[in-house]
């Protein structure tokens, strides 16, 4: 059997949901559609499908594989795409990965026009506060926080990340705005999940003295957003990106404190497999990135 026919009908089978919608889609009979599954499962020697009477999911390696699969299909797309012309649309699918605060507010916008603007273009965007493995993923590219250094994995800046102490306005009529990071002590913190504490916070003062001071954690989570809704109904203080904060900042549901103090200084970074060069379609969506982030970046307004 044809391998690449193999991957086509598995792919329209995870895309549809059912081998009568796949085979629908490709112009086959349903036995054939089934039949190259079966026999792409007896190659691999693994199932990578679960029938029932209410359609087909796939097994954790069939979602593995068929990442895969999108990956091969849209090489091939890119591929045929670079030697018909090279002024040819975009086309083909772009697999990025980012934080959910920064995706849902400022990736997703840009994803949608780009994908108007290239309508032969194909998105699968995975958001999640915890890296992705890009490679066994096949993500095109990734947006982190802080510096990568995975040696199987190249970076660059996307733009440099400020820190703001924020809380709702009633927050600090309760508790009393701080005006030095020592203040902070006896606060409830709102903590994002990272290192074995995540309610010590690290501050440099204006004179460029370090110190940390621990708060008391009211809720620990390693999403960013729900932190910042924690903080918009007075639970708590919250130390997050300003471009995670921006909107709630503007709105005036929360307010924020030491902005003479610096906290943690980072950027975003653009990575992606060192191995593997951008497709020309990621590169496209890439250089939007670049640019919008270079020099229109909304939160770049405050700090």
Known sequence: ??????????????????????????????????????????????????????????????????????????????????????DGPIKGLIRVACPPAFGLRYL????????????????????????????????????????????TLTSEPLFSVHYVVAASPAFWNEYGRPTKPEDL?????????????????RFSRPNGQKLDVRLTPRIVTNNGTVLVDAAKAGLGVCLEPSFVCYDAIQEGTLETALDDHRTYGRDAELVRPAARPLSQRAEEFADTLRSAFATSAPWKNHG
Request: proline letters at 5%; glycine letters at 6%; charged letters at 25%.
């Open 1 to 86: 059997m044809n391998r690449f026919a193999e991957i086509e009908a598995f792919v329209s089978v995870v895309q549809t949901g059912s081998f009568s919608a796949a085979a629908e889609r490709k112009g086959l009979a349903i036995s054939a559609v089934s039949r190259r599954v079966d026999e792409m499962e007896t190659r691999l020697g693994v199932r990578l499908t679960r029938r029932s009477t209410r359609g087909v999911r796939t097994t954790e390696k069939g979602r593995e594989y068929y990442a895969h699969c999108l990956r091969i299909l849209s090489d091939l797309a890119e591929a045929d795409n670079a030697v018909s012309s090279n």
């Open 108 to 151: 997703a916008p840009l994803a949608t026009k780009f994908a108007a603007s290239h309508p032969e273009s194909q998105f699968d965007i995975e958001m999640s506060d915890r890296p992705v493995d890009l490679i066994e993923g096949g993500f095109d590219f990734a947006i982190r926080l802080g510096t990568t250094d995975d040696p």
């Open 185 to 201: 002590a006896n606060f409830p913190a709102l903590a994002y999940r990272v290192g074995p504490d995540p309610a010590r916070w």
